[in-house]
């Protein structure tokens, strides 16, 4: 094959692979129009696009090449502090949920000033005892936060009003669902954004060559501290959009291990270093995990995942979107799209 057939048909393939991703974004549109009769369908995608915003926050730090396990950090201690403002001081949910984002990204600074200087396993294992330190307060300051005994009856997100169209957000299956994907599509291009600018450049270079980097004046420190303040503010903002969609938390629940790994195996399966591929793994797993898996095994659905980041690592390390890139089908780097 020539070089012109060659790039001809790589023209041709990424163009049908745009294609694919519109037609996936129009059926993601249209999903309550074609189950209408099935709110837990919709339920069900309601939590997977969480789950994606989750991927796509995981991801800004991953880029840098650290791997992080304490993510739920960030995400109870967003869901708590938008939570008890909203709870207690009768605050707008649409004020304490960026609030609850803050929260999340002032936990970021002390986990950078304790972790931050350690790489590799020894970063991965300190964030994940690190988790510990927000869930114990907060299990244990009654006063404040209720301790085990969790929120309940928390305020839902107040409907938006334009004109004679009202919008029912926390009302109705339809209206969180359109809120959280719209959350999603906002964070997915705030992400390019960041992959795309100076700062995604950075922290390529910073997880390909360190020593490199900081020889050529990358600030290291600085940028990898940028990433885990960004990550953590974003995934803080998930947990206040969570605590206000379910209306009720508790310490073991936002805490827990589900939030801080989850994320990782979204972005490994999918593609760490990609953009889209966090997301795309986390609309496929967890629908597949709960309408196919769950019924067959009630006990043991979540082998799931553990099977697929074992088949991930051993035959698709780049993730299967970062194996499309690799295969020429579409290449999407963090400074460029081919």
Not at 41 to 48: D, N
Not at 286 to 309: R, S
Request: charged fraction near 10%; hydrophobic fraction near 50%.
């Amino acid at each position: 094959m020539s070089k012109a057939e060659a790039r001809n048909q790589r023209v041709k393939q990424f163009h049908l692979t745009k294609v694919a991703l519109g037609l996936g974004l129009v059926l993601l549109l249209l999903l309550p129009v074609l189950s209408q009769y099935s709110d837990y369908v919709l339920q069900v995608f309601t939590h997977a696009l969480l789950l994606a915003t989750l991927a796509l926050a995981w991801n800004i730090l991953s880029v840098s090449g650290s791997i992080s396990l304490g993510h739920a950090a960030f995400f109870g201690v967003g869901a708590y502090g938008s939570a008890l403002l909203s709870l207690d001081l009768g605050v707008s949910p649409w004020v304490t949920i960026p609030l609850g984002g803050l929260l999340a990204a002032v936990v970021a600074i002390i986990m950078a000033l304790l972790c931050l200087r350690l790489r590799s396993a020894y970063f991965a294992l300190a964030t994940l005892a690190f988790v510990e330190i927000p869930k114990v307060i907060t299990d244990n300051w009654d006063g404040l936060t209720r301790g085990s005994l969790g929120l309940v009856g928390l305020p839902g997100l107040p409907s938006l009003r334009l004109g004679s169209y009202h919008f029912d957000i926390s009302g109705s299956p339809t209206g969180s669902y359109y809120f959280v994907l719209g959350y999603g599509l906002v964070l997915l291009m705030l992400v390019a954004v960041i992959f795309r600018s100076n700062l995604g450049l950075a922290l390529q270079a910073i997880r390909e060559e360190e020593v490199a980097a900081e020889a050529v004046g990358i600030q290291v420190q600085r940028y990898r501290l940028l990433s885990l303040l960004l990550s953590g503010f974003f995934t803080g903002i998930s947990g206040a959009c969570y605590s206000h969609l379910v209306r009720y938390i508790e310490p073991g629940l936002v805490y827990g291990l589900h939030f801080s790994a989850t994320p990782m195996v979204f972005a490994i399966c999918g593609g760490r270093f990609t953009i889209l591929g966090p997301a795309l793994a986390a609309l496929v797993l967890y629908p597949l995990d709960q309408f196919i898996f769950h019924p067959l095994l009630p006990a043991g659905h979540e082998f799931l995942y553990g099977a697929v980041i074992i088949l991930a690592i051993l035959f698709m390390p780049s993730g299967f979107w970062g194996q499309l890139r690799k295969g020429r089908l579409v290449s999407i780097k963090t400074g460029s799209i081919e």
